[in-house]
């Protein structure tokens, strides 16, 4: 489904958020970065002279009020679309309108919001039109475009990173509304300065949010003569629970936890049950993160500490038998018993190496001495030859070869020297030293 822009919207039945949709440069809002004096975006839209780009960011820092700003200073036509509800059937038909206008010395911005939900066939419709500027396309994601936009389109695009707005471009924002007579400005309000920063501090960079807040807040309120007041009290009921920024099947689902991860790598307990309440607030499935918990405690800890890989097993079972909200305790234990735990990255490294060997040396096959040998056959073939039990010998070692011929002599696990990995070690090194000494030359 589109939209064309008119002039004739009914301003007063829309919300705070769309009533303050700033009209111009000097009225937007944060992302000084791109739009500061001398700065790249702003140069081009002054210029007009912007091509097809992808807006990226986060929930409510601008991204479709940016379009749109684009679109009155060039004097474009603006097409709102959504990737939502729209197919190939209404691409094409907003794609025939914009080549009309072409044909008549009009341009188009066609602003896709959400374009990363558009699957590859729908993106590549918008692919001949952009290439000929019969559109310019401005898209909007949350997601990394990177992974969600076709290369093709994604090549003829340029990528600008808008960023969260902090905490005093939210407040300025906030003190705007309660004066702009598009805004609240039209009331007497009371709200003093620190409830307005703390509408700014939830609101978390979202501008959207801060100023729905700001206006729940002000629809509560009491009044007292003429006048609204606000207090600590209204702000409190229209906070008590934040909506926190994921998506458990996008971008922040990986960075989330990315972050409990390198968190209890870095032996920060802090850090990691944040992450971690964080997630599971957010309805993160515990199994998932219990899972991801359980590959940290043999890929960065292992046998630095080898009761780590039993934690974390039982937390997963945990999980299974009780579920939310009771094994939040399961997981936080076994989080923070891996931030404190020894580090090891041994086992990973181990395996890395021998993946890159198994995946681009000659594939030898088994040595004869090690291989099965369940029939006649294969004894006659020499399969088992030669084998040494090591339970048979006094040191239980033996110096049997049982790599292949062009791997003998090759390293792959290399023990730290942390926590119970360093037994490990000199146990290793012994084995090694004996090995040396018996075997034939």
């Given at each position: 489904?589109?939209?064309?822009?008119?002039?004739?919207?009914?301003?007063?039945?829309?919300?705070?958020?769309?009533?303050?949709?700033?009209?111009?440069?000097?009225?937007?809002?944060?992302?000084?970065?791109?739009?500061?004096?001398?700065?790249?975006?702003?140069?081009?839209?002054?210029?007009?002279?912007?091509?097809?780009?992808?807006?990226?960011?986060?929930?409510?820092?601008?991204?479709?009020?940016?379009?749109?700003?684009?679109?009155?200073?060039?004097?474009?036509?603006?097409?709102?679309?959504?990737?939502?509800?729209?197919?190939?059937?209404?691409?094409?038909?907003?794609?025939?309108?914009?080549?009309?206008?072409?044909?008549?010395?009009?341009?188009?911005?066609?602003?896709?919001?959400?374009?990363h939900r558009f699957n590859k066939a729908q993106q590549d419709a918008f692919l001949p039109f952009v290439e000929k500027g019969s559109i310019i396309l401005i898209g909007a994601t949350t997601e990394n475009p990177s992974f969600e936009i076709n290369g093709a389109l994604l090549s003829r695009c340029k990528v600008f990173v808008l960023q969260a707005l902090s905490t005093e471009e939210l407040c300025e924002l906030l003190t705007r509304a309660l004066h702009d007579e598009r805004g609240l400005g039209g009331q007497k309000i009371s709200i003093p300065p620190d409830l307005i920063r703390a509408i700014a501090v939830f609101a978390g960079g979202d501008a959207r949010t801060a100023l729905s807040t700001l206006e729940m807040a002000v629809l509560n309120a009491r009044t007292d003569g003429d006048e609204t007041v606000v207090t600590a009290e209204d702000i409190e009921q229209c906070t008590s629970r934040k909506s926190l920024l994921y998506d458990k099947n996008g971008e922040e689902h990986y960075n989330l936890i990315s972050a409990l991860h390198k968190s209890m790598r870095n032996s920060d307990p802090d850090a990691a049950v944040y992450w971690l309440a964080r997630m599971l607030e957010a309805g993160e499935d515990p199994l998932y993160v219990a899972r991801r918990v359980t590959r940290f405690a043999a890929e960065d800890v292992g046998l630095a500490d080898p009761r780590a890989l039993e934690i974390a097993v039982a937390a997963c079972q945990a999980c299974s038998f009780i579920g939310m909200p009771e094994c939040t305790l399961h997981l936080t234990e076994a989080v923070v018993y891996l931030?404190?735990?020894?580090?090891?990255?041994?086992?990973?490294?181990?395996?890395?190496?021998?993946?890159?060997?198994?995946?681009?040396?000659?594939?030898?096959?088994?040595?004869?001495?090690?291989?099965?040998?369940?029939?006649?056959?294969?004894?006659?073939?020499?399969?088992?030859?030669?084998?040494?039990?090591?339970?048979?010998?006094?040191?239980?070692?033996?110096?049997?070869?049982?790599?292949?011929?062009?791997?003998?002599?090759?390293?792959?696990?290399?023990?730290?020297?942390?926590?119970?990995e360093a037994r490990f070690k000199d146990r290793l090194e012994e084995i090694l030293a004996w090995k040396k000494a018996h075997t034939k030359k």
């Open positions: 489904m589109y939209e064309q822009r008119t002039l004739f919207e009914k301003e007063n039945a829309l919300p705070l958020a769309a009533r303050l949709r700033p009209r111009t440069l000097e009225e937007y809002c944060g992302q000084k970065h791109l739009l500061g004096e001398g700065k790249v975006l702003r140069r081009l839209i002054e210029s007009d002279n912007i091509g097809s780009m992808i807006f990226w960011g986060p929930p409510g820092v601008g991204k479709t009020t940016l379009a749109r700003i684009i679109a009155g200073r060039t004097r474009a036509n603006f097409i709102d679309f959504s990737a939502v509800t729209s197919g190939i059937k209404e691409i094409r038909q907003v794609m025939e309108q914009a080549e009309k206008n072409r044909l008549f010395g009009g341009r188009t911005i066609l602003f896709v919001d959400e374009i931030s404190l735990a020894p580090k090891s990255n041994a086992l990973d490294v181990a395996y890395t190496r021998a993946r890159k060997d198994a995946l681009t040396t000659v594939a030898e096959p088994v040595p004869l001495a090690i291989r099965n040998a369940p029939t006649g056959l294969m004894k006659e073939l020499g399969y088992g030859k030669e084998y040494q039990f090591a339970h048979d010998t006094k040191e239980k070692l033996t110096d049997m070869q049982c790599l292949p011929d062009n791997l003998v002599g090759r390293r792959y696990y290399t023990p730290g020297e942390e926590g119970v």
